[in-house]
């Protein structure tokens, strides 16, 4: 999904709103609000708007990212209940 951010010739963009900021992550902007309220997700505070840095929320995702683990085998195909 890509993210459409307008900037300058030559200026990269970095700070994004809400609506930008949840098409980003893959989620609602009423979702990020919640987060922000819970104060789960780093923001920027300008005055009355609420911004994100672009560099924190890739920091977020990889700090979120959970390793697979490896399950190990049945005995017979199925486990027994105890």
Request: aromatic share 8%; proline share 6%.
């Amino acid at each position: 999904m890509a993210v459409k951010l307008r900037a300058s010739p030559g200026k990269q963009v970095r700070l994004l709103t809400v609506r930008q900021a949840a098409e980003y992550l893959g989620t609602t902007p009423s979702t990020l609000y919640s987060k922000i309220w819970r104060r789960e997700v780093p923001f920027i505070k300008w005055g009355r708007s609420v911004r994100f840095d672009i560099v924190d929320l890739d920091e977020l995702i990889a700090k979120s990212k959970v390793a697979p683990q490896e399950v190990p085998a049945l005995r017979d195909g199925f486990q027994r209940r105890k």
